[in-house]
């Protein structure tokens, strides 16, 4: 099991978090990758999380199984799709370890309308954290950003 909490600082925006707590989302990204291969999950909020490569090869039994689960995935923001009042906003994104790939699959998540202004902040090109809800990678939140989510 993973213990991970950020610690609060005399921050200005969603980018002094980041800068912050950018060493504690690596080594917590690591730690559920190497349990995601292994399929032994960590569990957050009674929900089991999976790495998002990881995820990507399972079979789609497998990812039938993992419906409502989530995905911690560590992305470059690629494009916002979409914005609206009430669907919030959709972004794609690329693998931070697929990034430097040609052949690089773009992905698309949604995050609720109140990450906007700190998406926009944070721009394109932007590594990000974020936990997702399987299997459409909605209800996305980003992690590291300030939000207390322990």
Sequence with gaps: MVDCYFYPIEAKNAQDYLDKN?????????????????????????????EHSTYVGLSNDEKDRLNGQLVLTNFILKDFIKYS??????VSGILVSEYKNKKARIFYLSFDGRYLSDLQ???LQSNLYAYCVLPNFNHCILLGIGEDWK
Excluded at 31 to 44: C, D, E, H, R
Aim: proline residues 3%; without cysteine; charged residues 15%.
């Design 22 to 50: 950018i060493q504690i989302l690596k080594s917590y990204y690591k730690q559920v990758k190497l349990q995601s291969v292994q399929k032994n999950y960590p569990i957050f909020r009674g929900r089991y999380i999976i």
């Design 85 to 90: 009042n009430l669907g919030g906003i959709g």
């Design 121 to 123: 902040f944070l721009g």
